[in-house]
Nanobody, 111 residues
Framework: VQLVESGGGLVQFGGSLRLSCAAS????????MSWHRQAPGKERELVAS????????NYADSVKGRFTISRDNDKNTVYLQMNDLKTEDTAVYYC?????WGQGTQVTVSS
């Protein structure tokens, strides 16, 4: 089982990024998948999740209306579209699924 995140980087305040989480060893369509983030000095927090059927999504209040989680079952990949980014979104973003974590991808939002 492996999860590999990509798509992080440096973006200006108000900009957008799309994170990808490519899974191997299991099918993302069979599991709840989620994105989490951890900022320096803070605990890891849930950002968004999507049900195994893909019909239900859940978001942290801080990202509602700005972030969208989705999955592509054919590519076995989960995405996090992040719009209207704020400096407080700066963190390492992790993908989670089937009790496994990815290695994380850094997102830095500059003011």
């Amino acid at each position: 089982v492996q999860l590999v995140e990509s798509g992080g980087g440096l973006v200006q305040f108000g900009g957008s990024l799309r994170l990808s989480c490519a899974a191997s060893g299991f099918s993302v369509s069979n599991y709840v998948m989620s994105w989490h983030r951890q900022a320096p000095g803070k605990e890891r927090e849930l950002v968004a999740s999507i049900s195994n059927a893909g019909r239900s999504t859940n978001y942290a209040d801080s990202v509602k209306g700005r972030f969208t989680i989705s999955r592509d079952n054919d590519k076995n990949t989960v995405y996090l579209q992040m719009n209207d980014l704020k400096t407080e979104d700066t963190a390492v973003y992790y993908c989670k699924g089937r009790f496994s974590w990815g290695q994380g991808t850094q997102v830095t939002v500059s003011s």
